[in-house]
């Protein structure tokens, strides 16, 4: 194995060990602990950045792709730094991550908008997957929760104002 295929496989082990820890999140039934719910707002921020700069250089290398694309990007970037910035300045903490149990019918409504966003933006629009994956992780850190709010009857339950963070 090269050694660039070496780097890789590690730049990408903790993403995926991110990932596989967040999905695992969706299905117990326990409160989460302080370590796991710090490590899903990493998860957000790690993901936010790294999306947005892939995105980013695929749009600025490549002349054909549409400069109005680099807004998902940028949004993915602002995201991570205010997220960060908020939990170096102690505005938030692992204590604003939700800790309620998603419903079946919250799980299957953000996947089917993510489905939806994804067959749009590859076989309508045509977009490349970094670009696509940018929208879809645009729409999950900022829009998810606004359209959860708009349609609480979809859900299964009423939209509750929190208090938490």
């Known amino acids: 194995m090269t050694q660039h295929w070496s780097l890789i496989i ?3 082990t903790i993403p995926a060990a991110f990932l596989i ?3 695992y999140q969706i299905f117990i ?3 989460k602990s302080d370590f796991e719910r710090t ?5 957000a921020i790690v993901t936010n950045i790294l999306t947005g700069i892939v995105a980013s250089v695929y749009i600025i290398k490549n002349i054909e792709v549409r400069n109005w694309q680099l807004i998902f990007s940028i949004w993915n970037i602002v995201n991570a730094v205010v997220l960060y910035l908020m939990l170096v300045a102690d505005f938030i903490d692992e204590n604003c991550i939700v800790d309620r149990q998603t419903t079946p019918a919250q799980i299957v409504l953000g996947t089917a908008v993510t489905i939806v966003i994804v067959l749009i933006c590859n076989y309508v629009l045509k977009l490349h997957w970094s670009i696509t994956f940018s929208i879809c992780i645009v729409y999950t850190t900022s829009f ?5 709010s708009v349609f609480p009857g979809l859900t299964g339950q009423k ?3 929190s208090s938490e963070g």
Do not use: A, P, T
């Open 10 to 12: 590690y730049v990408l």
């Open 21 to 23: 820890i967040g999905i």
């Open 29 to 31: 039934k326990r409160e």
């Open 39 to 43: 490590i899903m707002l990493w998860f």
């Open 144 to 148: 998810d929760r606004g359209l959860q």
């Open 159 to 161: 939209y509750e104002q």
